[in-house]
């Protein structure tokens, strides 16, 4: 069962966690069932959904059994389901590595493989004989574009590879990696393990260039290789530098500043917006996507017009309302500068799920350098509403993990002040929307409660 010569020199890929590395390296990467059985922790991004059908799905050649007895390899290497996690923002693509190997280990008894993914209620058509390798619909497979798939093209797009029960850390030919940092942290595993590690590669390796990898900023001048999407880990870490070095600075500043309180500032964009320079920069940009077909002015006094009907604004004291109101005001600003959006002419033309992490410097610019009286708390709750204005909507209806709320909030109100303005972000786009982040926030609560006092 040769493989056929047109495809010989092709990889299959895993793509993992970093921090699964360590145990790999000591086990062997091993098929969910066996990881079970072992009692082997794993950081696991995928679907829990279609991780059930998967478990119950049976392969039909080969060894048989579920596709949980074995180890899940991908034909592609730029894989619509890790995109999906990364605009979900329940990934930390910067952490994510592939393990390479040669298409030759399918000649082995031991493997199978698939036309499509092995993610829908109608399972693939399996193989265990390599002339199948023909069958596969190798151009969609290389493509590189991110979407615009049908789902049937998608599931073909992800035609998988599966080795049962394990596959030994040998016969990984190569890893990539994210980045430098990480390429040293993968050496160190091997290391620690006196395993002699494969080749360390970065997708631009010339082995490598015929695939493509991570999802970058590729549509803005001078940050065409950052990831996509900050994920949770590093932007709680970056949540958490922000207020740190806010406060350092603000304890070591003498002079003035323009204005006194939240409440001075937020009087003086309540007459006109523009008097920050981060707003005034982002307001006259058109978002021209879906759900959003205004300019990030017109939206942002929408939302906070909106944040003033919200029972919590309408109970709140008088300085909680002027931090909720500030918020509203500058929870879009990581849409500018305009200039980001220069091979576009200044327009959006698509969803930015970046852009609370992007507001992270202005916001530092503007707490240390406008506002002269600020409780450190005061300064905490800013931070929070602006890079974290998404997350109890997204937690509603994209599927973000609810431990990243309890991971963020302090107490109850912080999670009622969080609803609040994802009720107002979404409210301004559709009214529906807005009741539906209510609803939703309300039937988790407890939930995110638990996580955090668990």
């Known amino acids: 069962m040769a493989i056929p010569d047109e495809h010989k020199g092709k990889y299959i890929f895993h793509f993992t966690d970093v921090r699964n590395l360590d145990s790999i390296v000591k086990n062997g990467l091993l098929c969910t069932n066996k990881m ?46 890790l995109l999906s ?28 493989f698939t036309n499509s993914s092995a993610n829908t209620a109608a399972p693939p058509t399996f193989y265990d004989n390599p002339s199948h390798l023909d069958d596969l619909d190798w151009e969609l497979i290389f493509n590189r574009k991110w979407g615009g798939w049908t789902d049937d093209e998608k599931h073909r797009k992800m035609a998988e590879a599966f080795i049962h029960t394990k596959l030994e850390v040998s016969e990984i030919d190569a890893i990539v990696v994210y980045n430098d940092d990480v390429k040293k942290m993968v050496k160190q595993v091997f290391d620690e393990n006196k395993i002699k590690a494969p080749d360390l590669l970065f997708d631009h390796n010339e082995r490598m260039l015929r695939y493509g990898f991570y999802y970058t900023k590729f549509f803005i001048n001078g940050r065409e290789k950052e990831t996509l999407v900050s994920g949770p880990c590093f932007l709680l870490h970056r949540y958490k530098k922000l207020i740190e070095d806010v406060n350092e600075i603000r304890s070591a500043k003498r002079g003035s500043y323009p204005y006194e309180t939240v409440k001075a500032l937020v009087e003086a964009l309540n007459r006109d917006m523009t008097k920050l320079p981060e707003l005034r920069d982002a307001a006259e940009i058109f978002q021209n996507y879906y759900p959003h077909y205004d300019s990030v002015g017109v939206h942002t006094q929408k939302v906070v017009t909106e944040i003033q009907k919200s029972d919590y604004y309408k109970d709140a004291t008088e300085d909680v309302k002027n931090v909720l109101l500030l918020g509203a005001y500058l929870h879009d600003i990581g849409k500018g500068p305009a200039s980001k959006w220069e091979k576009n002419k200044g327009v959006m033309t698509r969803a930015y799920p970046d852009h609370p992490a992007d507001a992270i410097p202005m916001l530092k610019r503007i707490l240390t350098e406008d506002i002269k009286i600020l409780s450190e708390d005061e300064i905490r709750r800013l931070c929070m509403l602006v890079v974290y204005h998404d997350l109890i909507g997204d937690c509603c209806g994209k599927d973000r993990d609810k431990q990243q709320i309890a991971d963020l909030i302090e107490n109850e109100d912080d999670y009622d002040m969080l609803t609040a303005i994802s009720k107002a972000d979404v409210t301004a786009i559709n009214n529906g929307w807005g009741e539906n982040v209510i609803s939703g926030a309300k039937a988790m609560k407890d939930e995110v409660m638990g996580l955090k006092n668990g």
């Open 36 to 81: 079970n059985e072992l009692g082997i922790e794993h950081l696991n991004i995928a679907n829990q959904d279609i991780q059930e059908r998967r478990a119950n799905m049976d392969v039909t050649v080969g060894p048989s059994g579920k596709i949980h007895d074995y180890v899940p390899f991908y034909f592609s290497s730029i894989n619509p389901m």
């Open 85 to 112: 996690k990364l605009n979900q923002k329940n990934c930390d693509q910067n952490l994510i590595i592939y393990l390479c190997i040669k298409i030759n280990r399918l000649d082995k008894d031991d493997a199978v």
